[in-house]
């Protein structure tokens, strides 16, 4: 389970980040070459990142420890990277930063409830041992 709960904490993040990255870089035009690099590269480069991401995303998706309020917000997240896409650089990086904030505080929630969940089941654990002695 923490093994989860690490992957959706880097999915979330890394997804977030490679988007501002890409515009940042890619958008703002900040040289015709980037330490010898062509933007286009960095642009395959991030696509590539984004859709290994957005694959780790969708996998933690379907996990049953979500909640319906997270899937919401998660859900907002997916799409609002998406609708990024099509805005200024300068507004989508601010709104992408805002994104990066919420996946981290999602993934504090994920992590705080299964931290919860395997100290009940503990307590539970001891209960069951109490009874049968």
Not at 54 to 83: A, D, Q
Not at 105 to 123: D, G, H, P, S
């Amino acid at each position: 389970m923490k093994n989860r709960i690490y992957t959706y904490m880097f999915a979330t993040f890394f997804f977030s980040l490679a988007f501002t990255l890409f515009q940042i870089l890619y958008f703002n035009h900040i040289s015709d070459s980037f330490y010898g690099f062509h933007p286009h590269v960095f642009a395959y480069l991030f696509i590539a990142s984004m859709l290994v991401a957005g694959i780790m995303e969708g996998w933690c998706y379907f996990l049953p420890v979500l909640s319906k309020h997270t899937r919401f917000v998660y859900i907002g997240i997916m799409i609002m990277n998406v609708l990024l896409w099509i805005m200024p650089y300068y507004l989508s990086v601010y709104l992408h930063m805002l994104c990066i904030y919420v996946s981290i505080l999602m993934a504090y929630q994920l992590f705080a409830y299964t931290q919860a969940n395997e100290q009940l089941k503990i307590i539970q654990q001891k209960i069951q041992e109490k009874d049968v002695q």
